[in-house]
């Protein structure tokens, strides 16, 4: 059973940084998919960032791109970490980020293809 939980959001001020964490545990395979969607307040939850599970591909939401940088540790004791590096951070990025595995990724990155999601961890970018 794959269980995720996200950790690293909070509070910063417009043009901060954040780094959140995903600690993913239990049975994976080298051709899933992981990555960062995220929600604001109304909002459908949007696509942030992804990665092949070996880290040679990566895509970002344009919005993102250049700002945020997605990584991932090997397993320690079965429990991988993947990473979401966040910089130049503005109001517009308020949100609960979740962090995704995607089973094949090959079949798209969008929220449907998600099959497990972590609860989310708020990351608030004040004015």
């Known amino acids: 059973q794959v269980q995720l939980v996200e950790s690293g959001g909070g509070l910063v001020q417009a043009g901060g940084s954040l780094r959140l964490s995903c600690a993913a545990s239990?049975?994976?395979?080298?051709?899933?998919?992981l990555g960062w969607f995220r929600q604001a307040p109304g909002k459908e939850r949007e696509f942030v960032a992804a990665?092949?599970?070996?880290?040679?591909?990566?895509?970002?939401?344009d919005s993102v791109k250049g700002r945020f940088t997605l990584s991932r540790d090997n397993a320690k004791n079965t429990v991988y970490l993947q990473y979401l590096q966040m910089n130049s951070l503005n109001p517009e990025d308020t949100a609960v980020y979740y962090c995704?595995?995607?089973?094949?990724?090959?079949?798209?990155?969008?929220?449907?293809?998600?099959?497990?999601w972590g609860k989310g961890t708020l990351v608030t970018v004040s004015s």
């Open positions: 995704a595995v995607y089973r094949d990724p090959g079949s798209g990155l969008a929220a449907r293809a998600v099959d497990y």
């Open positions: 239990g049975r994976f395979f080298n051709t899933y998919g």
């Open positions: 990665m092949s599970w070996s880290g040679g591909s990566t895509y970002y939401a």
